[in-house]
């Protein structure tokens, strides 16, 4: 019997609806969560000479053979549950072995993947994402990375009108006990006379670029599904992820020339799945600013009425796309 496999959260609710969408058509689905293991997920693989990986992955309610994985949804899980009571030191160890052993398995897996947590990896890396999209041909900001105020001031210099500085990876972070973000904003003179802690680790400065709207194009193998972004307040033109209640949404197209590029972007990077943002000026020029391996879906299907949990369904059961 053959079987998706499903890694993620278990709270995650996007990957919710594509599991209900891959069972409402019949397909069996192994559901796991990184951190169920070591203690509530089993594993038990074999390899030899004749066969690649096979054996058991199990928790006390399902099981799936290795052999009969086809395909594999990866989509942000959470760390492993060690056993309590380790010091510091084995703690690191049994993650590390736990990250070899189950994650080599997974990775090893010959099936689909939506998407390959090493490509994953790789993708994520904002210069890397920024450098293979101008090799494919797509308009991109003038960009700076450094961690040296001199450099931030030449910058600027060079630029006629105004920058913005944002992070170069995720923008989320933790702080006494509170999800916090860092969001995208644009520099004023007070910041530039005073640039203090530019010199504590890597920052990103862009050209600021006119917008007319923003895009998220979301891209499942290959179909590409398309939202204007609109944003109704100063805070949300800046970064529309600083004000969700303001933001209107409507599907669109993407022109030839854009869809030619993100195509060979994908394949550049490796990845079947991604959220790309892009601005589009009062002009009409497209400029992409990032594309995320792991992004989220979900809200924009619910205010387009886009299939994309359907495409991934479709993309992991090997299914000609839609769109």
Same mark, same amino acid.
């Given at each position: 019997?053959?079987?998706?496999?499903?890694?993620?959260?278990?709270?995650?609710?996007?990957?919710?609806?594509?599991?209900?969408?891959?069972?409402?058509?019949?397909?069996?689905?192994?559901?796991?969560?990184?951190?169920?293991f070591?203690?509530?997920?089993?594993?038990?693989g074999?390899?030899?000479?004749?066969?690649g990986?096979?054996?058991?992955?199990?928790?006390?309610?399902?099981?799936?053979?290795?052999?009969?994985?086809?395909?594999?949804?990866?989509?942000?899980?959470?760390?492993?549950?060690?056993?309590?009571?380790?010091?510091?030191?084995?703690?690191?160890?049994?993650?590390?072995?736990?990250?070899?052993?189950?994650?080599?398995?997974?990775?090893?897996?010959?099936?689909?993947?939506?998407?390959?947590?090493?490509?994953?990896?790789?993708?994520?890396?904002?210069?890397?994402?920024?450098a293979?999209?101008?090799?494919?041909?797509?308009?991109?900001?003038?960009?700076?990375?450094?961690?040296?105020p001199?450099? #931030? $001031?030449?910058? =600027?210099? %060079?630029? +006629?009108?105004?920058?913005?500085?944002?992070?170069?990876? /995720?923008?989320?972070?933790? !702080?006494?006990?509170?999800?916090?973000?860092?969001?995208?904003?644009?520099?004023?003179?007070?910041?530039?006379?005073?640039?203090?802690?530019?010199?504590?680790?890597?920052?990103?400065?862009?050209?600021?670029?006119?917008?007319?709207?923003? #895009? $998220?194009?979301t =891209?499942? %193998?290959? +179909?590409?599904?398309?939202?204007?972004?609109?944003?109704? /307040?100063?805070?949300?033109? !800046?970064?529309?992820?600083?004000?969700?209640?303001?933001?209107?949404?409507?599907?669109?197209?993407?022109?030839?020339?854009?869809?030619?590029?993100?195509?060979?972007?994908?394949?550049?990077?490796?990845?079947?799945?991604?959220?790309?943002?892009?601005?589009?000026?009062?002009? %009409?020029?497209?400029?992409?600013?990032?594309?995320n391996?792991?992004?989220?879906?979900?809200?924009?299907?619910?205010?387009?009425?886009?299939?994309?949990?359907e495409?991934?369904?479709d993309?992991?059961?090997?299914?000609?796309?839609?769109?």
């Amino acid at each position: 019997m053959t079987h998706v496999l499903v890694v993620a959260a278990r709270e995650d609710w996007p990957t919710d609806r594509v599991v209900k969408v891959l069972q409402e058509r019949g397909v069996q689905v192994f559901r796991m969560d990184t951190a169920e293991f070591p203690q509530e997920l089993t594993l038990a693989g074999r390899i030899d000479a004749l066969r690649g990986w096979h054996g058991q992955l199990a928790t006390s309610r399902r099981s799936v053979d290795l052999a009969d994985i086809r395909a594999c949804y990866f989509r942000a899980p959470h760390p492993f549950n060690l056993p309590s009571g380790m010091s510091d030191a084995e703690r690191r160890f049994a993650a590390a072995q736990a990250r070899s052993g189950l994650g080599g398995i997974l990775s090893a897996l010959d099936c689909r993947w939506v998407n390959h947590p090493a490509a994953m990896s790789r993708a994520e890396y904002k210069p890397h994402q920024l450098a293979t999209a101008r090799q494919c041909g797509l308009t991109i900001p003038r960009t700076l990375i450094t961690n040296n105020p001199a450099a #931030v $001031r030449e910058f =600027v210099d %060079g630029i +006629a009108g105004p920058v913005i500085v944002k992070p170069v990876a /995720s923008p989320v972070l933790i !702080e006494d006990n509170e999800l916090k973000a860092v969001y995208t904003r644009r520099l004023t003179d007070d910041d530039l006379a005073d640039l203090r802690g530019i010199d504590t680790t890597a920052h990103m400065f862009q050209a600021w670029i006119d917008k007319a709207y923003e #895009v $998220r194009l979301t =891209v499942v %193998g290959e +179909a590409m599904f398309t939202a204007e972004v609109h944003a109704g /307040s100063d805070a949300a033109h !800046e970064d529309w992820r600083s004000d969700y209640r303001s933001l209107t949404y409507k599907a669109t197209e993407v022109p030839d020339l854009i869809r030619l590029g993100v195509r060979q972007l994908m394949r550049k990077l490796g990845l079947s799945f991604a959220a790309l943002d892009f601005i589009v000026s009062p002009g %009409g020029t497209w400029t992409f600013l990032e594309a995320n391996p792991c992004g989220q879906w979900d809200w924009i299907q619910g205010a387009t009425g886009l299939p994309i949990a359907e495409a991934i369904a479709d993309e992991l059961q090997g299914v000609t796309p839609r769109a």
